[in-house]
């Protein structure tokens, strides 16, 4: 993950130590999104690959196992409201660990400003 390798922020991390659901409910939708965009909604063997561990604990879970490929995937109301709440706290939560950080490093490198 580049914040992870950039400045030593895991996402995963950060999140699930204040609710284990928001990185699956995040990752999954993304996921999902990925295929609605590109695939018509319809699962293919990665993305079963990739929600192996996460499916079940996202709000995606309740509709029970993982479509089977050429499935299309559900998406309903209350997992894009999931989806907006773990983002909105994922948010506050990302921004407290960024300013950790920059206090520790003395702040990302200031940009001259140039414009006229």
């Known amino acids: 993950m580049p914040t992870q390798k950039t400045i030593r922020i895991a996402l995963p991390h950060v999140l699930n130590h204040k ?34 561990l996460t499916w079940v604990q996202s709000s995606w879970g309740k509709h029970g196992i993982i479509p089977e490929p050429l499935e299309k ?11 907006y709440e773990a983002m909105s706290e994922a948010t506050s939560l990302l921004t407290t660990e960024v300013l950790r950080w920059s206090g520790q490093t003395n702040g990302p490198p200031q940009v001259e400003n140039t414009a006229p």
């Open 19 to 52: 609710n284990i659901h928001y990185w699956p409910q995040i990752y999954t939708a993304f996921e999902v999104r990925h295929l609605v965009e590109h695939r018509d909604g319809r699962v293919d063997r990665e993305f079963v690959r990739k929600m192996a």
């Open 73 to 83: 995937v559900p998406v309903e109301e209350e997992d894009v409201i999931k989806t």
